[in-house]
Every structure is written in C-alpha cells, then in structure tokens.
C-alpha cells in the first residue's frame, strides 16, 4: 500500500517538476543567438534533388551556390545547365529570378529554408518566425529523434500549427512544421541535420530535408563551403536585378487551382527539364 501511494503521489507530481523545468522563452532566444556564428561571410554549395512523388521520372538533381554576409544579406543560385534561378535577400527587400524573369512572388517554397540560416540576430531570426506566424510566446520540451528539443510556437505533440523546433543543447534548428496546407491532414516541414562545424564558431546542417505529407520531396546536401569570402556588394543589390531583369507577367506559382507545393514542383520540373 505504501507503494502504491508513493507511485501516485509521484505521477502526480512529475507533469509539475517537468514544467519547471521549461525555460522562459525569451531565454530559448538569447541561448539561440548565442550560439549564431562570429563570421561575416559564407559560400555554400548544395546538391539539390528534387524527388519525383508521381513516380513517371526520374529525381531531378540541381548544383545550388549560397553566399551569405550575415546578418541579413543572401544571394542563392539553383543550376542546371544554362538555366538558373537566382534568390536574393537583403534589409531592401526580397527577389527570386526565375528564367531571367522576376517572379511576382518574391521567394519560392524551396527558398524558406535559408531563412533560419541567413538572420544572425536575435531580432531579425524573431521577426522571421513571426513572418512564419509562429508564436513567439509558447515555448514547450519535446523529443526529435529520441533528443530533447524546445518547441517554440506550440505545446509538444500539438504539430496543426506553425512552429520550430531547435535542439535542447546547442540550440539550432532541426525541424520547422511551416504550416498546414489546405486540408488538416496535409503538413509540410523542413528538417535540418548533421550539424557540423565548419569554422571555430559556426555550425551548418550537412542535410536539408522537405517532407510532404511525411513523404520526402527535397533533399539539399552540403557539397562544399568557404569561410569568410570576399564578397561583391553587387551580389546582394536587388535595384540592380530590378533593372536588369523584367518582371514576368504572370508567375505559374500564382495558379490558384493547385496548392503551393505542387505548384512549386511542377514549376522546377518545366524550368529545369
């Protein structure tokens, strides 16, 4: 009998011992941008495949090149042969080329994910899941591949509403669930993996995932980097590409009878194909 009162007594109390042991989310921020790199530049290239779901062709394989000057300065270039798309964000403004055409939109589907890499502050990677509407006032422990993570924007297991998660000790970002699409049994998420450091300070995920529906889509491998390149100033002015480049007059990500991701697949597969 003793032990089971002792049993009971200790069910009931640990809900209560494990929430106080949830930090304050303002502090899940500050451990966040403390562990943001002291580089000011990086070039990354990617092998980008984009998974065939239809199962008729074949996987679609792109060389992607990112230069980053942090805090907030990207420049992104997706090849295949001679056809490109380029991705540039800066404290002006966003712009995504595509074909030599200036998309209405200003990013893809497939650009969200430098988001979470590119903003070196605390401020701006805030701002950024705001943007996201995720809720910058929830925060909750969880579990992603049996480690305990922070689940900022949701209570754990509550997966119908935007939110990321970042790893409980170093604190960088292994899954983002951006939102549900269109129906509540669809999802999209993106996951960072294998972080490894690549400088005395900085770390980046060696493995980039997009799920669908659990399924993946998008696998963005890390080919090779350089730290601190010297970086043109042009590579970042987007009222030069605006002048350069003609606005298209009607983007195929914008057709309203197909959701976002499939618009998007479709979209790479007729650009690059």
């Known amino acids: 009998m003793k032990k089971f009162i002792f049993l009971c007594i200790t069910c009931l109390c640990l809900p209560i011992m494990v929430q106080a042991y949830i930090l304050p989310v303002n502090q899940v ?7 943001f790199g002291n580089e000011e530049t990086l070039s990354v290239t990617h092998k980008f495949l984009l998974h065939d779901q239809t199962m008729t062709t074949s996987s679609l394989e792109l060389m992607e090149t990112i230069h980053y000057r942090f805090p907030n300065y990207l420049n992104s270039e997706l090849n295949l042969g001679d056809k490109r798309k380029l991705h540039v964000i800066s ?5 995504t080329i595509l074909d ?8 893809t589907l497939f650009d969200r994910y430098k988001e979470l890499l590119v903003y070196r502050s605390k401020s701006l990677f805030k701002q950024r899941l705001v943007m996201a509407n995720i809720r910058t006032d929830i925060v909750s422990l969880g579990k992603f591949q ?3 993570v922070w689940v900022i924007g949701a209570q754990y297991l509550n997966e119908n509403v935007p939110q990321l998660w970042v790893d409980n000790e170093t604190f960088q970002p292994v899954r983002w669930i951006i939102k549900p699409y269109y129906r509540e049994e669809e999802s999209l998420e993106i996951q960072y993996l294998d972080w490894s450091p690549i400088g005395e300070s900085s770390s980046y995920p060696k493995r980039i995932l997009y799920y669908r529906n659990h399924e993946l889509i998008v696998e963005i491998t890390m080919f090779n980097y350089e730290l601190e390149p010297d970086l043109s100033n042009d590579l970042f002015d987007i009222s030069f590409f605006k002048r350069i480049y003609q ?6 990500y914008e057709d309203p009878d197909m959701n976002e991701v499939q618009k998007t697949i479709q979209n790479f597969r007729e650009t690059f194909q």
């Open 247 to 252: 606005t298209s007059p009607q983007s195929s």
């Open 100 to 107: 030599d055409k200036i998309l209405g939109s200003p990013q």
């Open 29 to 35: 921020f500050d451990l966040i941008a403390d562990h």
């Open 91 to 95: 404290p002006k403004g966003t712009i």
């Open 146 to 148: 049996k480690k305990p």
